[in-house]
């Protein structure tokens, strides 16, 4: 069933009698070509586009509760590819890319608004290291615009100028960034894959892998075992649980992320800002609430709410560069768990076992990232080669001192 | 969250920074044989389960004391809070 304003059209007139679920609920098969673990925006994206752009056929996704239930739904939606590094860039922008045709390729209003994000200068050494960002960004395709105090002034009058300790100085402009209503980029992929002939396969959690001589032959589920000839794992949050179950130790740690939404307000913030110095970043919702966040907790966390310290910290933050916050009530905070890496960036790779394969380690950058990853592990999937944009997010690279290494934290994935 | 220090009693853990897994206690020996091994695994490597942890925390704000705190990744629940040094001394690390 496609969507369009003339099928709205003929529904309204005849009472809204012909929608249809927009996926089937199949009972799983016995064996699958290839099995992706998490229904989640990355695996979705990854089912999605294995069936779509690689051909791919007889795939299912595997989640333990329900699709769009766990990051994908717990983010701040914001889409970006102000990267610098090499590694980084390419990847994030061809992801941007993809954001910008994603409600035609799958037919589905997922909301996407390029408001532009703003990353705000507060010391001349920010200015300079974000002159080079741009730099990174534009050489690699992507849009980048330095704007004086007085240009940020003119679109954002009413953050605290003359703060004594962090003065804005102007900022870095993306203005193709923006953001995306999260749960319906989970939906969109999902109705897209299962309209391609992919089973979604919910409520069915993985207990365990059946590995023989080094080879990866299928997963145990709480619903019995599934066979598959290759098994892709994208499950953010709980990646070092899944992978312990084949026998891996990860450079990963879960640490939770807390953000925030206000009550809802008129249209008052144009685009997304950032708060570098302090760490705090806010945006409007369509529904007109204040989205926002801070840093992580800082400890390893499964727990998917945090403590109130960190609530406290953001929203001095929030208090130091948009004063009129202290006006606003908050309506509500959540907790994601987060996959930080060792050096802040992720892997998409290969395993030692043939036939698995792994996707995760995305800190707290992997919403903007779910079509590329998506799209880049359905090319390893089908190729066994890495996708030219994430040639860099192996495994080996800690190893081989190849690190990705963004913010310049080192081993410290608390800090990234 | 509270850590109850065993020398200063009940602490906020606002005043500690924290390192990561207590493993970090056992650093390998450098010039043993398969020291590059060792090390790979004690830098980048982390069990990162759901449910207890031991884990160190250093009391910044505080005594500068080191502590290896076991807490239930789930719940946030402490459960045991030792000095890092007699961790250290009981598993032959120091004098």
New interface residues.
């Given amino acids: 069933m496609r969507y369009s304003g003339f099928r709205v059209i003929k529904e309204a007139l005849t009472g809204h009698k012909g929608w249809t679920p927009a996926w089937r609920d199949p009972q799983p098969k016995p064996k699958y070509d290839i099995i992706i673990i998490g229904g989640g925006g990355h695996g979705l994206a990854t089912a999605y586009y294995l069936a779509k752009e690689f051909r791919q056929s007889n795939i299912a996704v595997i989640e333990k509760g329900w699709i769009g239930g766990g990051n994908v739904g717990r983010n701040t939606t914001i889409i970006r590819s102000n990267y610098m590094l090499d590694g980084n860039e390419p990847f994030y922008e061809f992801s941007l890319k993809l954001w910008e045709g994603l409600e035609q390729d799958f037919n589905y209003n997922a909301m996407v608004s390029q408001r532009g994000i703003l990353n705000l200068i507060h010391s001349d050494a920010q200015r300079d290291a974000y002159i080079r960002r741009g730099n990174a960004m534009m050489l690699n395709g992507a849009d980048a615009e330095l704007l004086s105090a007085e240009q940020v002034r003119r679109e954002y009058p009413f953050l605290n100028f003359n703060d004594a300790r962090f003065p804005i100085k102007g900022g870095l402009a993306q203005r193709r960034g923006g953001t995306v209503r999260h749960d319906a980029v989970a939906w969109g992929y999902a109705r897209g894959a299962d309209s391609l002939g992919v089973d979604i396969i919910q409520n069915c959690e993985v207990t365990g892998f059946r590995i023989e001589n080094g080879q990866c032959l299928g997963v145990e589920t709480s619903r019995g075992f599934i066979g598959a000839g290759k098994v892709g794992v994208a499950v953010a949050g709980?990646s070092?649980?899944v992978m312990?179950q084949a026998g891996m130790?990860?450079?990963?740690?879960?640490h939770v992320l807390q953000a925030f939404v206000s009550e809802g307000l008129k249209p008052v913030l144009p685009g997304v800002i950032t708060f570098g110095a302090g760490h705090f970043y806010c945006s409007q919702s369509d529904k007109g609430g204040l989205v926002f966040g801070g840093d992580i907790d800082?400890?390893?966390?499964?727990?998917q709410r945090g403590?109130l310290?960190v609530v406290e910290d953001v929203i001095e933050g929030g208090m130091a560069l948009f004063p009129g916050l202290g006006r606003v009530r908050l309506l509500r905070m959540w907790g994601g768990v987060m996959d930080m890496s060792?050096d802040g960036s992720p892997i998409i790779d290969r395993t030692h076992i043939d036939g698995l394969y792994f996707n995760g380690g995305w800190c707290y950058g992997g919403f903007k990232a779910t079509p590329a990853s998506g799209w880049c592990f359905a090319h390893l999937l089908t190729t066994d080669t890495p996708h030219p944009t994430a040639a860099a997010y192996r495994f080996d690279r800690?190893?081989k001192g190849r690190m990705i290494d963004e913010k310049g934290m080192g081993?410290q994935?608390?800090l990234h | 969250?509270i850590i109850n220090h065993p020398l200063l009693g009940p602490c906020?853990?606002?005043e500690f920074t924290?390192l990561?897994?207590a493993r970090l206690i056992d650093r390998p020996d450098g010039m043993a044989a398969g020291a590059e091994a060792a090390f790979?695994?004690y830098?980048?490597?982390?069990?990162?389960?759901?449910g207890l942890?031991r884990?160190l925390w250093f009391h910044e704000q505080g005594d500068r004391s080191w502590l290896v705190v076991t807490?239930n990744?789930?719940?946030?629940e402490i459960t045991n809070v030792e000095l890092a040094r007699d961790v250290a001394r009981n598993s032959g690390r120091s004098a």
């Fill in positions: 709980n070092s649980r312990a130790r990860l450079p990963i740690e879960s800082g400890y390893n966390s499964y727990a403590n310290a060792m800690f190893e081993a994935p608390n | 969250m906020d853990a606002q924290y990561g897994d790979f695994d830098d980048y490597l982390r069990d990162n389960p759901a942890h884990e807490r990744t789930v719940t946030h």
